[in-house]
């Protein structure tokens, strides 16, 4: 049978023979032994091996840290491409725009960036903190004179939904046939290779190569469907309080998934831009792949008061116990704020904070809706990034950088140095009072009654009927004889002190 299927093969139009494939990395397929980009990681996928001095090849999204490089290198050919799909788009956080290397192009507003060329391995360093949601490398697989098996691509393995499979051989001008089943099974039918073909259930497969009236080892691969599961939608940032207006991201870990928001968990629509909240709200999120959907998740958000409280970090006045000529770990404390370096330098008029340093806010009192960095050319904001674990939102404009969401302690990656003249940490305040100053007995209007009742407290102590926030009229946070004064002059006046 063999020998009629050769024939057969023969007779046939010779074709080219399909040598370039492609090899795709996705994170949460293809994994690495790292969650946090400190460490050398790698991973390995149909003789194609990605690695990185400082990298989480086992996070959500793969990441390179800043100050590192990444390796892409090829046992089964030379590589003519590889295109990183990022996190961020052009100039934005984890973008392309922060490889760089020979070889490497990326444009603005795009979200992929490609090297090209043809060599079994390249490097390529990285600027900040890059994120990718997808590597795809294009291997062209060297030609040889022997007749060789050819490769299944992937080579076999689980899979969901729909399988894309292509056949390649090494030897030159060769051709494959490939069937249903194995080699020793009850097998007919047969099926010159010419294309992809697609695999939507367990599958076996078998190939060979041919040349002229010569046939290679058959190679058996096995397909395995399993059970289509969708993640369900992350929320960035997740459940918070904020100030003035959020804007609402959604992402799924699924390849391929589709998401959809609601705002009352009935009518949905198709997520594709950034949800903006301006006021409470609930925000539900679900995803799906064909008819397939994940869990509905959901993350509420509250509005806080108007009133907030600035507190201001300047590095020509406030610089803590920071040196001018030593590298150090220093602290700047503004009540009741704390920042802290783990590894810096003050300079004449600013903080400078060196790579991989620990660098963190954290308050004591009212939660941190909001941190301004000022920097500096060279230095730039854009060499931080969010800390792991960290909530809210962080983008970056030319030199400066901004952190909105709600938290005590807000922890930042220094991806490369950075330097920055002012740090602005906004903190959350509260309801504007809702006494009358002045108003010293409560009955919603000043006379001398209440000059009255503010002696009487002053000489007896007996606060009972008696608003203390009120009778502080020279709001300097106690209640003596010269608030009497000040009460006494407004009632002369009608203008309180400063």
């Known amino acids: 049978m063999r020998r009629v299927l050769t024939l057969l093969c023969v007779a046939l139009v010779s074709l080219t023979t399909w040598a370039d494939f492609t090899v795709t990395f996705i994170p949460g397929e293809t994994?690495?032994?790292?969650?946090?980009?400190?460490?050398?990681?790698?991973?390995?996928?149909?003789?194609?091996?990605?690695?990185?001095?400082?990298?989480?090849?086992?996070?959500?999204?793969?990441?390179?840290?800043?100050?590192?490089?990444?390796?892409?290198?090829?046992?089964?050919?030379?590589?003519?491409?590889?295109?990183?799909?990022?996190?961020?788009?052009?100039?934005?956080?984890?973008?392309?725009?922060?490889?760089?290397?020979?070889?490497?192009?990326?444009?603005?507003?795009?979200?992929?960036?490609?090297?090209q060329g043809d060599t079994a391995s390249f490097t390529l360093n990285t600027a900040s903190q890059v994120r990718c949601t997808q590597i795809v490398v294009t291997i062209a697989e060297e030609t040889v004179e022997e007749l060789v098996p050819p490769v299944f691509h992937p080579n076999g393995g689980e899979f969901s939904g729909s399988l894309e499979v292509t056949l390649t051989c090494a030897t030159e001008n060769a051709e494959i046939c490939y069937f249903e089943g194995t080699p020793e099974g009850d097998w007919a039918n047969w099926t010159y290779y010419n294309g992809p073909f697609y695999v939507t259930e367990t599958k076996t497969y078998t190939a060979y190569s041919q040349k002229g009236e010569e046939m290679s080892e058959y190679v058996t691969v096995t397909f395995t469907k399993v059970e289509q599961t969708v993640e369900a939608p992350v929320f960035t940032p997740g459940s918070c309080s904020f100030s003035d207006r959020l804007d609402v991201t959604l992402s799924c870990a699924t390849p391929g998934a589709k998401i959809y928001y609601s705002l009352d968990n009935e009518l949905w629509s198709e997520y594709s831009t950034p949800i903006p909240v301006t006021d409470d709200l609930?925000?539900?999120?679900k995803a799906k792949v064909g008819d397939i959907e994940s869990e509905v998740a959901s993350a509420t958000y509250t509005k806080l008061p108007a009133t907030t409280v600035e507190v201001t970090f300047d590095g020509n006045v406030d610089t803590g116990d920071g040196s001018l000529t030593e590298r150090t770990p220093y602290t700047v404390v503004k009540d009741?704020?704390?920042?802290?370096?783990?590894?810096?330098?003050?300079?004449?008029d600013h903080y400078r904070i060196y790579t991989d340093a620990e660098f963190y806010f954290e308050s004591t009192g009212a939660a941190i809706l909001k941190i301004e960095f000022n920097g500096m050319s060279g230095y730039t904001a854009s060499?931080?990034?969010?800390?792991?674990?960290?909530?809210?939102?962080?983008?970056?404009?030319?030199?400066?950088?901004?952190?909105?969401?709600?938290?005590?302690?807000?922890?930042?990656?220094?991806?490369s140095q950075a330097r920055f003249t002012t740090i602005i940490v906004t903190l959350a305040g509260s309801e504007e009072p809702t006494f009358l100053r002045g108003d010293v007995?409560?009955?919603?209007?000043?006379?001398?009654?209440?000059?009255?009742?503010?002696?009487?407290?002053?000489?007896?102590?007996?606060?009972?009927?008696?608003?203390?926030?009120?009778?502080?009229?020279?709001?300097?946070?106690?209640?003596?004889?010269?608030?009497?004064?000040?009460?006494?002059?407004?009632?002369?006046?009608?203008?309180?002190?400063?």
């Not at 996070?59 to 100050?67: I, K, L, V």
């Not at 609930?282 to 999120?285: G, L, M």
């Open 31 to 115: 994994q690495g032994s790292n969650s946090s980009a400190n460490a050398y990681d790698e991973i390995t996928l149909d003789g194609v091996t990605i690695s990185g001095t400082k990298a989480a090849l086992a996070a959500t999204a793969y990441r390179f840290a800043g100050g590192s490089t990444a390796t892409v290198s090829s046992t089964v050919g030379n590589i003519k491409k590889v295109e990183f799909t990022c996190q961020g788009s052009y100039s934005q956080s984890y973008g392309p725009d922060q490889f760089y290397g020979d070889g490497y192009t990326c444009q603005s507003g795009s979200r992929v960036g490609i090297w």
């Open 282 to 285: 609930t925000i539900y999120a």
């Open 336 to 348: 009741p704020v704390t920042m802290y370096v783990g590894d810096g330098r003050l300079g004449i």
């Open 383 to 415: 060499n931080l990034s969010k800390a792991e674990g960290n909530e809210g939102t962080w983008t970056t404009g030319g030199n400066d950088g901004v952190w909105e969401g709600n938290a005590q302690k807000v922890a930042f990656n220094v991806n």
């Open 441 to 498: 007995n409560n009955n919603n209007e000043v006379t001398i009654a209440d000059v009255t009742a503010l002696i009487d407290y002053l000489l007896s102590g007996d606060s009972t009927n008696i608003n203390l926030d009120a009778a502080d009229c020279n709001n300097n946070q106690e209640v003596t004889i010269a608030d009497v004064t000040a009460l006494i002059d407004y009632l002369l006046s009608g203008n309180w002190p400063n």
